[in-house]
């Protein structure tokens, strides 16, 4: 709330600015700085307003279905399972649970939608700083700063958000329940679906977001900056609003939901998992381990973060991005430090996992090696997708010869940057499962979402800055300003790129916490990939990311076209290639909003379908076989898919930026024509097809376990049945 009060000192409206006055904030600019943002508010805010109708009509028909799937499940369960005393009741509570964590979804988008928006020309002011007397230093560490807190503002004000519903869910459902320990493990099975409604949310919030964005940005580049050769964020492109709303729907509101529902689920896989430990049952503060690695991680973070926010380390560009590393890095340190202390006093010396004895020391060496492996896989995106090193640079090279081997190098690129994250997820995978079994995979999840409050805050940053942008050049203040929100950008694109890492190493710990808590439901001791019933859904799983993935990139192929064909009318007419008359934006900023409300629904609902049907028919066997098989497949992809896309966008960047050494091949050069192709290529693969797999593996997973019982009881493998 501090930062948040910080930043609204900063007037927009005009004839004030924070008593700013220069020639470069004259009375006419402040009016085109508060009419654009204006406008990306309210799209912004009419988006989410339709796309939240759509998600109305589904959470109270898979509210529907779930409940009485439940309570049928519940009250016929299979043999060998334990009867629930009140099965019905169960099932309300489930659902009561799964409208939470859709709610908190909800909110965490809108909260973090609502933030970005009104940091960004905010940021573009405070970038003019000191501009008069030529000092540039201070535009950099003034705009620097508001875009930082602004991401502080956002980022803990989510996960603060996401924790306390997640408490007062359990506390509302215990109160059914009671505190005996043999009531435990059905209570927090309930509390399970809290991650279901998160995930969920997040689903539609990736894909329609994300297909919302490259609509928008696909169609303004191509026609903007590839058939009419002007400049990126020029008033004269009728998608420039489009393509603004777009960040923040997309990279804003689908990241806020992506990492609420990563943390919404892997505490439902820990408490799950942990509620079959006699040590840990007996104890609330050691059930509660989970939730307090995650408060701990929001305290260290704020301290972090705060001292980030209040250091005036940035003067110049090259400045920006090692601030924005630093905060990882020393987050990570302290939360090492306060996580052993934590672990100290809130487990017990031994318990018992499974067939597991573990020690309260074997448990914190998981969250450290969930929390280390998140740098890791941050750094490595870093050095596959920033342009201060070779391989970005090898890239913008590739496009002296032309668009075909700038892809070529690209797609060569993602397939290598999958090694790195790959091992140290193998490493933290099995030292996790020999330290403390199926809870391990859990406790590393956590680990490495226990400095999500930087995470978001860093990757709010990235779009809160490219906003900054493009509204100090709609806004006209001049090329100088625009240089400095390039730089702030520019550092932005990595720092995103960054925390589509970190989103897709925490979404894999998570899918593989919640397989654990699966095959722990549905009582399978282990799975063997050889058996007829798990090698088919083995490959089905494989399987499922490229289909998802083709129907993601698909539609926003589909939206752009659409959004291509109306850019081109308007720029038929003279007038507004020319300058000399607004072009129509709403028409745009309406076909890119309907169109991804109607292309985001067949997506969703196969990764939604797909266990569920998977599991009535062919039953708990072939499902434990599909969902290790969409894990393995889908990180791969995710991993690729991102970083290509931030490759290839960096490397535009860097040419822009006149990396290539000569003043010919720059913007408006060949080789510059051949990087935007690849970036026009890459958007959708970093921002809607890699990000939106990380839901698909985690929400296919929750829903394996929410549905557990109806598996497991005759409703599961109906067909096997009949065959047999």
């Given at each position: 709330?501090?930062?948040?009060?910080?930043?609204?000192?900063?007037?927009?409206?005009?004839?004030?600015?924070?008593?700013?006055?220069?020639?470069?904030?004259?009375?006419?600019?402040?009016?085109?700085?508060?009419?654009?943002?204006?406008?990306?508010?309210?799209?912004?805010?009419?988006?989410?307003?339709?796309?939240?109708?759509?998600?109305?009509?589904?959470?109270?028909?898979?509210?529907?279905?779930?409940?009485?799937?439940?309570?049928?499940?519940?009250?016929?369960?299979?043999?060998?399972?334990?009867?629930?005393?009140?099965?019905?009741?169960?099932?309300?509570?489930?659902?009561?649970?799964?409208?939470?964590?859709?709610?908190?979804?909800?909110?965490?988008?809108?909260?973090?939608?609502?933030?970005?928006?009104?940091?960004?020309?905010?940021?573009?002011?405070?970038?003019?700083?000191?501009?008069?007397?030529?000092?540039?230093?201070?535009?950099?560490?003034?705009?620097?700063?508001?875009?930082?807190?602004?991401?502080?503002?956002?980022?803990?004000?989510?996960?603060?958000?996401?924790?306390?519903?997640?408490?007062?869910?359990?506390?509302?459902?215990?109160?059914?329940?009671?505190?005996?320990?043999?009531?435990?493990?059905?209570?927090?099975?309930?509390?399970?679906?809290?991650?279901?409604?998160?995930?969920?949310?997040?689903?539609?919030?990736?894909?329609?977001?994300?297909?919302?964005?490259?609509?928008?940005?696909?169609?303004?580049?191509?026609?903007?900056?590839v058939e009419n050769n002007i400049p990126e964020d020029d008033p004269r492109n009728p998608g420039v609003i489009a393509d603004c709303i777009g960040d923040n729907v997309g990279d804003i509101a689908g990241m806020g939901s992506d990492l609420f529902g990563s943390f919404g689920e892997a505490s439902c896989a820990a408490l799950v998992i942990a509620a079959g430990s006699a040590e840990l049952t007996t104890s609330f503060t050691s059930m509660m381990y989970p939730l307090l690695i995650t408060a701990v991680g929001i305290l260290v973070c704020?301290?972090?973060?705060?001292?980030?926010?209040?250091?005036?380390?940035?003067?110049?560009?090259?400045?920006?991005?090692?601030?924005?590393?630093?905060?990882?890095?020393?987050?990570?340190?302290?939360?090492?430090?306060?996580?052993?202390?934590?672990?100290?006093?809130?487990?017990?010396?031994?318990?018992?996992?499974?067939?597991?004895?573990?020690?309260?020391?074997?448990?914190?060496?998981?969250?450290?090696?969930?929390?280390?492996?998140?740098?890791?896989?941050?750094?490595?995106?870093?050095?596959?997708?920033?342009?201060?090193?070779?391989?970005?640079?090898?890239?913008?090279?590739?496009?002296?010869?032309?668009?075909?081997?700038?892809?070529?190098?690209?797609?060569?690129?993602?397939?290598?940057?999958?090694?790195?994250?790959?091992?140290?997820?193998?490493?933290?995978?099995?030292?996790?499962?020999?330290?403390?079994?199926?809870?391990?995979?859990?406790?590393?999840?956590?680990?490495?979402?226990?400095?999500?409050?930087?995470?978001?805050?860093?990757?709010?940053?990235?779009?809160?800055?490219?906003?900054?942008?493009?509204?100090?050049?709609?806004?006209?203040?001049?090329?100088?300003?625009?240089?400095?929100?390039?730089?702030?950008?520019?550092?932005?694109?990595?720092?995103?790129?960054?925390?589509?890492?970190?989103?897709?190493?925490?979404?894999?710990?998570?899918?593989?916490?919640?397989?654990?808590?699966?095959?722990?439901?549905?009582?399978?001791?282990?799975?063997?990939?050889?058996?007829?019933?798990?090698?088919?859904?083995?490959?089905?799983?494989?399987?499922?990311?490229?289909?998802?993935?083709?129907?993601?990139?698909?539609?926003?192929?589909?939206?752009?076209?659409?959004?291509?064909?109306?850019?081109?009318?308007?720029?038929?007419?003279?007038?507004?290639?020319?300058?000399?008359?607004?072009?129509?934006?709403?028409?745009?900023?309406?076909?890119?909003?309907?169109?991804?409300?109607?292309?985001?629904?067949?997506?969703?609902?196969?990764?939604?379908?797909?266990?569920?049907?998977?599991?009535?028919?062919?039953?708990?066997?072939?499902?434990?076989?599909?969902?290790?098989?969409?894990?393995?497949?889908?990180?791969?992809?995710?991993?690729?898919?991102?970083?290509?896309?931030?490759?290839?966008?960096?490397?535009?960047?860097?040419?822009?930026q006149g990396g290539l050494k000569d003043k010919n091949k720059g913007k408006g050069s060949p080789q510059h024509a051949a990087a935007v192709i690849g970036d026009t290529v890459g958007d959708p693969l970093k921002d809607t097809s890699g990000p939106a797999l990380n839901i698909l593996i985690k929400l296919m997973a929750i829903i394996s376990v929410v549905f557990a019982p109806v598996f497991q009881s005759k409703m599961g493998g109906i067909v096997l049945r009949l065959i047999e």
């Amino acid at each position: 709330m501090y930062w948040w009060y910080v930043l609204s000192d900063i007037k927009i409206t005009p004839g004030k600015g924070q008593g700013l006055r220069n020639g470069f904030l004259t009375d006419e600019v402040m009016r085109n700085v508060y009419v654009i943002y204006t406008r990306i508010s309210e799209g912004a805010t009419a988006f989410l307003l339709s796309e939240y109708k759509y998600m109305a009509v589904f959470m109270a028909g898979f509210g529907t279905l779930l409940y009485f799937m439940l309570g049928i499940a519940l009250s016929s369960p299979q043999e060998g399972s334990k009867p629930s005393a009140a099965p019905w009741t169960s099932a309300g509570l489930s659902i009561f649970a799964f409208v939470a964590g859709a709610f908190t979804s909800v909110g965490a988008g809108w909260v973090g939608m609502r933030i970005a928006v009104y940091t960004n020309a905010r940021t573009a002011v405070m970038a003019t700083s000191g501009s008069d007397e030529g000092d540039q230093s201070q535009g950099f560490s003034h705009g620097f700063q508001t875009a930082f807190r602004g991401g502080i503002t956002m980022g803990f004000g989510l996960t603060s958000m996401g924790l306390a519903a997640l408490f007062l869910t359990v506390k509302v459902i215990g109160s059914y329940f009671g505190e005996l320990p043999e009531d435990l493990p059905e209570l927090y099975e309930c509390v399970a679906a809290f991650g279901l409604g998160g995930s969920a949310i997040a689903c539609f919030g990736r894909v329609g977001g994300g297909i919302y964005t490259k609509a928008a940005d696909v169609g303004a580049d191509l026609v903007g900056k590839v058939e009419n050769n002007i400049p990126e964020d020029d008033p004269r492109n009728p998608g420039v609003i489009a393509d603004c709303i777009g960040d923040n729907v997309g990279d804003i509101a689908g990241m806020g939901s992506d990492l609420f529902g990563s943390f919404g689920e892997a505490s439902c896989a820990a408490l799950v998992i942990a509620a079959g430990s006699a040590e840990l049952t007996t104890s609330f503060t050691s059930m509660m381990y989970p939730l307090l690695i995650t408060a701990v991680g929001i305290l260290v973070c704020i301290v972090v973060a705060t001292m980030g926010a209040t250091t005036n380390s940035v003067k110049r560009a090259a400045d920006i991005e090692p601030a924005l590393k630093r905060q990882l890095l020393h987050s990570t340190v302290a939360a090492t430090v306060v996580i052993a202390f934590l672990t100290q006093f809130a487990l017990p010396a031994t318990f018992t996992i499974g067939t597991t004895q573990t020690t309260r020391w074997g448990a914190l060496v998981c969250v450290l090696c969930g929390l280390w492996s998140g740098l890791f896989i941050g750094y490595t995106t870093e050095y596959f997708t920033s342009n201060a090193y070779r391989p970005v640079q090898e890239i913008s090279e590739a496009c002296e010869t032309g668009a075909a081997t700038n892809i070529i190098y690209g797609l060569a690129l993602g397939y290598l940057s999958v090694v790195p994250p790959i091992l140290a997820m193998c490493v933290t995978i099995y030292v996790s499962y020999r330290m403390c079994n199926l809870y391990g995979y859990a406790l590393a999840a956590l680990g490495i979402l226990s400095t999500m409050s930087v995470a978001l805050t860093i990757d709010a940053y990235g779009p809160i800055s490219d906003n900054a942008g493009g509204i100090a050049e709609m806004s006209h203040m001049g090329h100088e300003i625009r240089e400095i929100t390039d730089a702030l950008d520019a550092a932005g694109n990595t720092t995103a790129a960054i925390g589509k890492g970190f989103a897709i190493g925490s979404a894999a710990f998570v899918a593989l916490a919640l397989y654990g808590a699966y095959v722990s439901r549905v009582a399978i001791p282990e799975v063997n990939i050889l058996d007829s019933r798990v090698m088919p859904g083995l490959l089905f799983g494989a399987m499922l990311p490229y289909w998802f993935s083709a129907m993601t990139m698909k539609s926003v192929g589909v939206a752009a076209m659409d959004m291509v064909n109306e850019i081109r009318r308007q720029f038929r007419d003279p007038e507004v290639a020319d300058g000399r008359k607004e072009p129509d934006y709403e028409s745009c900023v309406a076909i890119a909003t309907q169109a991804a409300l109607r292309q985001m629904i067949p997506p969703a609902a196969l990764v939604m379908l797909s266990p569920i049907v998977i599991g009535v028919l062919f039953g708990k066997f072939t499902l434990a076989g599909m969902l290790p098989g969409a894990i393995v497949s889908g990180v791969q992809m995710a991993v690729s898919a991102s970083n290509t896309g931030g490759a290839w966008d960096n490397a535009k960047k860097y040419i822009e930026q006149g990396g290539l050494k000569d003043k010919n091949k720059g913007k408006g050069s060949p080789q510059h024509a051949a990087a935007v192709i690849g970036d026009t290529v890459g958007d959708p693969l970093k921002d809607t097809s890699g990000p939106a797999l990380n839901i698909l593996i985690k929400l296919m997973a929750i829903i394996s376990v929410v549905f557990a019982p109806v598996f497991q009881s005759k409703m599961g493998g109906i067909v096997l049945r009949l065959i047999e």
